[in-house]
C-alpha cells in the first residue's frame, strides 16, 4: 500500500505540477524568438535550423511512450526530478555548444526531459484529479509560452546574447529539479480520488488502427500542433525578417499569440457546457481558418498582431476537445488506444510540420521566404477543418 498522502503534501505537490507545466512551454518560447540569433551565431540556414525541432520531437516522442516503464522504476517524483534535470543540462547546454552538431544532439535531450514531464504530469493528474483541474493545467502551458517570449525579448532589448535567456530558464528548470528530487516521496497519489475503471480499455491496437475515425482523428492532431508550433516557432522570423517589424514589437506580438491562446483555453472551460463542444470545435476550426488567410493577406501593417491573436484564441479549446470527445468518435472501448496514437502523433507533426516550414522557406529564398509560413497555416487550417467534418458524419453514420 503506498503512503497516505496528507492534504498538505497534495498542495505541495499541486503548486509544483503547475509550475512544471508553465516551465513546459517556456523553451518554445525562448527558440521562437531567438532563432534569427542562434541561426546567426552557428551560421546555418533554415533548413539546418529545422534539424533540432526533429530530434527535439523524436526525444519527446520516446520518452513519453517509455514513461510508464520508468514510472514503474523510479516513481513520478524521481522520473520529474530526472526529467526535469535533462531539460536544464540541454538548455544550458546550448549556451556552451562549440557547433551546430551540439546543438542539434542536445535537441533530443531536452526533448526528452520534456516528453517525461508531460506524460508524468498528465497520468498523474488523471489518475488522481478531476477533469476541470485537468484543463486548468493545460491552460498553465500557455503562461509559459507567453513568459517565454517575453524572457528572450527582454534579454535581447538589453543587448545580451540570446544565451542569457537560456542560462536564465536552465536555472529555472535545474531548481524545479531539485525540487521534485526532494518531494519525491510525496508523490504516492491520491486515495480518495479512485479512477482506476477508466484505465480498464484492452482493445488490440491492430483493431483500432482498422477504425476510418481513428485514423482521421491520428490525423487532426498531427496537423493542429504543426499549425500551433509552427506558426509559434516561425512568426517572429518572419515578422522581423520579411515584414520589417521592430524586434521589440515583433517579440510583443508573439507573446500575445500564446497569452490570448491561454485566454482561450481558460474561456472554453466556462462556455463549454453551454454551447456544446462540437459546436465550439467547430467554431474554433472556422476562426482559425479566417486568422490564417488574415495573417497571409497583411493588408495592414498591424494585421500581423490581430491575426495572431484571433488565430491563438481559436486554437485553443481545440486540442483538450478533441481528447474529450475522442470516445464519441471511435467508441470507448477503443479510445484509450486512439487518445494513445493522437499523443504521439501530436509531437511528430510539431517537430515534422515546423521543421517543414524552414525548409520551404530555404527552398523559396529567391522568392517570398518565410512569407509561406502564411499559405503553410492556410492548408493546415483548412484540412483539419475538412477532417473534422468527415470524422463528424463518419461518427454519425
Known sequence: MGAV???????????????????????????????PDIRESFRVGLDRFGLVFVTGTIGYFLSSIASGWLTGRLGVGRLLALSCACTAA?????????GWWAVVLLGLLSGAGAGAIDAGLNNYIAANHSDGLMQWLHASFGVGTTIGPLIMTTVLAQELSWRWGYI?????????????FLTAEMWQGNPQAPKAEQLQYKTPVGQTLRI??????IAIFFLYTGLEAGTGAWAYSLFTQERGIAEETAGLWVAIYWGVFTIGRITAGIITGRIGITLLLRLSMIGALLATMLFTWNPFPASG??????LGFSLAPIFPGLVSTTAARVGVEHASNTIGFQIGIASVGMGILTALVGVMANAFSDGIGLEVLGPFQVVVAALILILHELTHRHTRR
Open 168 to 180: 536564465i530558464v536552465g536555472g529555472a528548470q535545474l531548481a524545479l529539479a531539485t525540487c521534485f
Open 5 to 35: 498522502v496528507k492534504p498538505r503534501s497534495q498542495t505541495v505537490i499541486l503548486m509544483l505540477a503547475f509550475v512544471a507545466f508553465i516551465s513546459l512551454g517556456l523553451p518554445d518560447g525562448l527558440l521562437s524568438i531567438a532563432g
Open 90 to 98: 540541454a538548455l544550458l547546454g546550448y549556451t556552451l555548444a562549440p
Open 212 to 217: 476510418p475515425a481513428a485514423w482521421m482523428s
Open 305 to 310: 498582431a490581430v491575426a495572431l491573436a484571433i
